[in-house]
């Protein structure tokens, strides 16, 4: 088993996330530290202290999906854990995340619920509904999986640095027939911040990266293809109405992608996130 800390000046948070893969109750976890540039004093010598049994691997800024495939290229475990530095997770998550994997024979990969910190508070249910997951990225990026579906998919896509490797990444996994389970448990903590840039950037970028992700797998996105995939996971637990994404695709496909980005932005403060937890700024 390993875990994979991708780390870019991160040393206000990085030793809680270490912390918290010491403390699982699984053992023998492999934990690896992917320092992605980082430049600031603090954080290298942090990474100097974080002793023998933390190996960390140094490169030249790659960018988040860059670092995290060094982290499962490296990797000795049967599975990976891809876990960002500001988060931490519960003691049995692991544990947990390996059984309900192990109990649920269609599964592939595993994830939590998340416990939301810092500027939101609450508690997000996740699902998983391949539907769905076509418009909107649901699933939280930390996902257990086996490291050879990493392989088969070809890792996370290294040109997506503005944000949504995770989002691509899942697609692909889900295209090649690799679905998800939850643990329904909130054993990982995710920590919101409107001072993300990662995030404001992606946010501010969505309808071309969206884009991007369409046009990597136009086979799902006829609609035919997403007549047939609604069908089949119709039933199947979601976040949103699944009828609801059908409006969805068809204002994207009027709206000029700035106006469309706009109207996302709009949406975004209605989201489930923003429903469960304390608004920004309250």
Known sequence: MTVVLPCYNAHRYLEQAVDSVHRQTVKDVEIIV?????????????????????????????GLPGARNTGFTAAKGRYVLPLDCDDWIEPEFLDVS?????????????????????????????????????????????????RELWVTVGGYDETMRDGYEDWDFNI?????????????????????????????????????????????NPELFTFPALFKTWRQW????????????????LLYKSLPLPAFNAVFRQVLKMSQSRRVGNAWGR
Do not use: C
């Open 34 to 62: 992917v320092n992605d540039g980082s430049d600031h004093p603090e954080t290298l010598g942090l990474l100097e202290r974080l002793g023998s049994d933390v190996t960390v691997i140094h490169q030249k800024n790659r």
């Open 98 to 146: 390996l059984r309900v994997l192990r109990e649920t024979p269609d599964a592939a990969f595993v994830f939590s619920n998340l416990a939301l910190e810092d500027e939101l508070s609450g508690e997000l249910d996740k699902s998983y509904n391949f539907f769905e997951q076509l418009f909107l990225n649901q699933l939280p990026y930390a996902l257990l999986l086996p």
């Open 172 to 216: 692909r996994l889900s295209r090649k027939g690799f679905h998800g389970v939850s643990t329904h448990r909130p054993l990982m903590h995710y920590r919101v911040s409107s001072q993300g840039m990662l995030k404001k950037r992606s946010s501010a970028l969505h309808s071309a990266l969206w884009r991007q992700i369409q046009n990597k």
């Open 234 to 249: 119709r039933n199947r637990p979601s976040t949103y109405p699944l009828w609801g994404y059908f409006f969805w695709y």
